[in-house]
């Protein structure tokens, strides 16, 4: 009996805590919306010198992950695909599989996967640092505008520095195919190369793109969001920098998996 009263007393202080959890965050969001739409109607209050600063920080410096990752990830895919596909002699069939999985799914998902792990966990360790430095209270006494200075050149800048690396990550995990091909298979470069033009349509390449830049969308929302959460001390901090990857990494892999039913529902 005592036991089914415990259970009972835990259901509802978890339900208590989803509940305040779930208020402050449609609370925060509804403040990065405002924050977003203010930036909008007035874009010269925009601080462009730190969006270049996060471009920086998320796209350049990440831009060697990125090809080393979908290199490697074309390499395994293309070894994977000509064990099976050169039994029944349709090598060529190589840059099909390894060109429209990497450039639909595996290049923008990798892609974002890492960005997570960089570029989220950064944004909320910074913002749960400045909380814990008290320096989000002294913004608003100051009656300044947190969200515009904290969300705003972040987002910017991840929907820019995304999409480009998403870019880089295409061609190196086609290359990465490309080296299998035709060291193993034998296919001439030239051959493989125009058969994934081929293959490889405008409507494939943007449906690329779109997912990254919702994933960046994504990424920075959530980054921002667990920063703003983070409790007052340091374990606040380490748990929210866990929080944002791992919630990243989930809400990535859900949006990935309804844009591709939409995207194969519009192109049926």
Not at 134 to 157: H, K, Q, S, W, Y
Request: aromatic share 10%.
């Amino acid at each position: 009996m005592r036991n089914f009263k415990k259970a009972i007393a835990d259901i509802g202080v978890w339900g208590c805590d989803l509940k305040q959890n779930t208020y402050k965050t449609i609370s925060v969001l509804g403040e990065f919306g405002l924050a977003l739409f203010n930036a909008v109607r007035n874009p010269k209050r925009i601080r462009y010198h730190q969006c270049l600063y996060y471009f920086q920080q998320t796209g350049y410096e990440s831009l060697p992950i990125v090809v080393m990752i979908c290199l490697l990830m074309g390499v395994i895919l293309g070894f994977q695909a000509a064990l099976q596909l050169k039994q029944f002699g349709t090598d060529i069939y190589v840059a099909d599989l390894v060109g429209l999985s990497i450039v639909k799914e595996l290049g923008p998902l990798m892609v974002a996967i890492i960005s997570t792990g960089r570029a989220g966990s950064s944004f909320a360790a910074e913002i749960g640092t400045m909380r814990v430095n008290e320096e989000i209270d002294a913004m608003v006494t100051m009656g300044i505008e947190p969200n515009r200075f904290l969300f705003i050149p972040r987002l910017i800048a991840m929907m820019g520095a995304v999409p480009i690396l998403t870019i880089f990550g295409n061609l190196f995990g086609i290359l990465g195919g490309l080296l299998i091909g035709r060291f193993q298979l034998g296919i001439p470069t030239v051959t493989y190369i125009n058969r994934s033009l081929e293959v490889l349509t405008p409507a494939y390449l943007m449906e690329g793109l779109i997912k990254s830049v919702i994933f960046a969308i994504l990424i920075t929302v959530i980054g921002c969001l667990r920063g703003v959460q983070s409790g007052n001390d340091a374990h606040g901090v380490g748990r929210a920098t866990t929080s944002s990857v791992v919630t990243g990494i989930f809400w990535i892999v859900i949006s990935d998996a309804i844009m591709t039913t939409l995207f194969s529902i519009g192109g049926a």
